[in-house]
């Protein structure tokens, strides 16, 4: 069982780069969404898995 907490946009260890950040879904806030620094930078879209609300 891994211990990684991975970006939901590109599934990058979020352990290994920088400006990371983790909220609860804007659409229905049960959920825990995990972005990576340089999706972040780049704007790369994210989709909630439980109300599969998109943000950038």
């Given at each position: ?31 825990n969404i995990v972005r ?21």
């Amino acid at each position: 069982m891994s211990d990684k907490v991975l970006c939901d946009s590109c599934d990058t260890d979020v352990s290994v780069v920088d400006n990371n950040v983790i909220f609860k879904c804007p659409g229905c806030n049960k959920v825990n969404i995990v972005r990576c620094g340089n999706c972040r930078q780049k704007a790369v879209k994210y989709v909630c898995p439980k109300c599969c609300f998109e943000g950038p």
